[in-house]
């Protein structure tokens, strides 16, 4: 099959994937992303919504000065005051997009702007014209594609694109269309369009049926060259469609595709991994690419299969998307050095020596509980140095348990509040309850707990065990995580991990909130 060039792909875990509730990030964790998703070799990074809030735009900001190789991109409504704040924001990038939108289905025309359809379009065109001052890559997207009239499309995809965009991207807002009626209009829409060709269509797909990544492969087949999609599929609602299935299915499939993206793609799972470790949101077990059994063979005709050749049951190499295959990678005689190859080689950067040091100090104690020490370990154990690292106003600084037979368990545990030492005891129906019942008592926080999940890290006994939670406080929801050999102590760090983003909602104010 010819090919007929290059995938673009646009990630937008920065920006759509944050308005999934309770994964907002930091500035600095918005930067960390967005540095492994230049390393992945992503084509563009929507990294925020600059007039929602002061901290996304310090974060879009941020992002733009910190990442060189891909172009960083600002969401901006179509008007004046949005499109200035994503300039200023993305001044000092290398290479830079403004993308701008208004919604042109008629429901939201009618309910949610009161516009009339002419005025949608003019203020389109003006929106262009305003953002192509700032810059020459300027994308546009008719909000809610998905459900808008065919001939509207065509109007005011034809004038935005005579007004200086230059991507034109359809999105299903609402995640409510088809595979094949979703790559039936986006082939509609290149043919009937005169200006087509002088555009980039691209599509971003909602997973409110499950059909965001199917939509997108199909319009990938019908013409769009560029997809936006999000690590691990995070997103508003149900989510958009997942970078790194979008991405392994076009690169397995080349027989059917005629284009190809220039992702690196072992960088796919450390990414995963960090996206997981950072907003909160686990990965399921089963998820296609990156979940733990994607490359897992249980039943014995399979497992016999795949060792008298692979591809009796593997569509893909697990080492291509970055899992490893010699699995056991340090142990506790390994120095710093051996560390700090070893995350390198994860796409796992230092930013000082002070980092390493105290990532070297958490693995050495790790490899005296733990003696084979794996990738996946080193993964969990960098996501909680940097947690450590994130403003903290509770800190763990001692915990013991009692749990016996016959006996009710106790929990007695010493935390730092804020530079002050307080320390409780409580009683609970197991040990984990017990903990959590003694922080509350030093706490106080007013929240609710309303998820509690355990996941082994590695197999085996002495496995980590990674523990999430999610607390819901004055409507607003956060997630934790943390991970250690203890299964309690792992589940205290993630109260506690979740207990310090409650505590600092000026860094975390979810964009989406106050008139935006
Ligand atoms: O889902 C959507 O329509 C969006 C637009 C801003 C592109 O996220
Ligand atoms: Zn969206």
Redesign the pocket.
Known sequence: MSSDGKLIIFD?TL??GE?SPGASMTRDEKVRIAKALERMKVDIIEAGFPIASVGDFESVQAVAEAVKDSTVCG?ARALEKDINRAGEALKNANSSRI?T?IATSPIHMKMKLRMEPDMVLEQAIAAVKMARKFTDNVEF?P???GRSETDFLCRIIEAVIDAGATTI?I???VGYNLPNQFGDLIATLINRIPNSDKAVFSV?C?NDLGLAVANSLSAVLNGARQV?CTINGLG?RAG?ASLEEVVMAVRTRQDLFTCDTELDTTQIVPCSRLVSGITGFPVQPNKAIVGANAFAHESGIHQDGVLKSRETYEIMRAQDVGWSENRIVLGKHSGRNALKTRLEDLGIEMSSEEELNETFARFKDLADKKHEIFDEDLQALVADTNKMAINEYVKLVSLKVCSETGEIPEAEIVINLNGEECSATAQGSGPVDAAYKAIEQVVSSNTELQLYSVNNITSGTDSQGEVTVRLSHDGRIVHGQGADTDIVIASTKAYINALNKVMLPEEREHPQLGDV
């Open positions: 937008t920006r759509d308005q969401l993308h939108f997207s909000e809610d594609a991207n999105p299903d807002t971003h909602h936006e508003e958009n």
